[in-house]
């Protein structure tokens, strides 16, 4: 079997969020879309907000999905709300709006990426999928906790439903264990350390670092071995199928061609966007 190896290895840099004071923010994805494919970007929203003030408010999306999960904290919104472990995915698809907007003080670290859909797919309807963490998959297994967000993994399977298959996964891993995983080989991952050190095939992926594995062209399953540190290791696991397709990207929309994003924009203007509360039961889904 192939055995996955770390391919590349940075650290993002802290930046000033768009929150204002107590958001810093991180950009984790580099290098374009044609190197992270179907990953659009990931940001790392770090909030210790303190005032009463009003910060963030209703927005457009569409033409792609947006993959939350709250790795610590909790997030209060108007509308939106998130406790530690809780994780969304919201098909924005043929283009919705949703509110993030927070009143009062706020402490959390939320991981929100941006997710290729298959061409096919773009335009579906808008969908919004809730996996609360009290419910999302666990695998407890010698030293090792795996929480399932998205996709198979390890034997356990998560209830999501995907347009793009994807693998998301938590490790909370004690001092020196270890655990291996399979996974299609031709699946684009990478792994983002929130604390300790994780090591695979010889190499240590350090807190805050961000270790993209390698990738082959073929249809065979893959390994990754991965292996805790002296201090332990947290970390998030994201993989997924590449769509192998060019996308035109622009504000808070991604489509395929400049004129589907000019006709985006007209349709948000115009109010024929609706907010993603109200989209029909049937695609609200909570597990």
């Known amino acids: 079997m192939i055995q996955r190896t770390v ?13 204002g004071a107590g958001h810093v923010a991180r950009s984790v994805l580099t290098g374009g879309f044609a190197k992270t494919d179907p990953f659009i970007f990931l940001m790392d929203d770090m909030l210790d907000k303190k005032d009463d003030e009003p910060a963030g408010g209703p927005h ?37 709006v949703h509110t993030e907007t927070i009143d009062g003080p706020t402490k959390g670290r939320l991981f929100q990426m941006w997710l290729n859909l298959p061409r096919q797919d773009r335009w579906v309807p808008p969908r919004i999928q809730i996996l609360p963490a009290e419910h999302v998959p666990v695998l407890h297994k010698e030293g090792v906790t795996m929480r399932l967000y998205s996709g198979s993994l390890a034997g356990i399977h998560s209830p999501v439903k995907n347009y793009t298959p994807l693998i998301a996964a938590e490790f909370d891993m004690e001092a020196g264990a270890d655990i291996s995983v399979q996974f299609p080989a031709r699946f684009n991952a990478f792994l983002y350390v929130i604390s300790g050190t994780v090591q695979i095939a010889g190499k240590d992926v350090n807190h805050d670092q961000v270790a993209w594995l390698d990738v ?72």
């Open 7 to 19: 391919s590349s290895l940075y650290t993002p840099r802290n930046e000033q969020g768009f929150l």
């Open 216 to 287: 082959s062209d073929t249809e065979d399953d893959s390994n990754l071995t991965m292996q805790a540190g002296e201090n332990g290791a947290r970390f998030v696991l994201y993989a997924a199928r590449p769509t192998h397709e060019t996308i035109v990207s622009y504000g808070p929309f991604i489509a395929d061609t400049q004129a589907e994003i000019a006709d985006l924009y007209n349709q948000y203007r115009n109010g024929k966007m609706k907010h993603i509360a109200t989209t029909p039961e049937a695609r609200k889904l909570t597990y």
């Open 60 to 96: 457009p999306h569409a033409g792609f999905e947006t993959v939350s999960l709250l790795i610590d904290g909790e997030i209060k919104e108007r509308l939106e709300s998130m406790k530690k472990g809780d994780f969304q995915l919201m098909t924005a698809g043929s283009g919705t």
